[in-house]
């Protein structure tokens, strides 16, 4: 029988937290002007936050999946609650980069 594990809201907060910090980043790196030649301090931290963040979710994540595990010890189980999940938003991810990447390659060279 397994034993019920309670949700940690604290997780889903800290993670969406640390999300945002990883598309702040991209964002910053994006709209990078290459004319200023001296970033400001804002740009550096921004620069610089995701990838510390990017560390901790992927620790927090295993944390998660571990606690999950432990609740569906059985692999079959496991791997149909982890797919039932997972796989609706990496399809949606991969529909929209491709909707994304593709008019952006489209796009004439200067």
């Known amino acids: 029988m397994s034993t019920p594990h309670p949700r940690v809201l604290a997780f889903d907060g800290l993670c969406g937290l640390l999300a945002l910090a990883v598309v702040l980043t ?3 790196a994006l709209t ?3 004319r200023r030649t001296q970033p400001s301090s804002f740009d550096y931290l921004l620069w610089h936050f995701g990838a510390p963040a990017v560390d901790v979710f992927f620790v927090l994540s295993g944390l ?3 606690r999950s595990y432990v609740r569906r010890p059985a ?3 496991y791997t149909a609650a982890r797919l039932r999940c997972l ?3 990496g399809l949606l991810g991969a529909v929209l980069g491709l909707g994304l990447a593709r008019p952006a390659r ?3 060279a200067r």
């Open 26 to 28: 991209h964002v910053a």
């Open 32 to 34: 990078f002007l290459p």
């Open 64 to 66: 998660v999946v571990a």
């Open 75 to 77: 692999l079959w189980p």
């Open 87 to 89: 796989a609706p938003l």
């Open 106 to 108: 489209c796009q004439p």
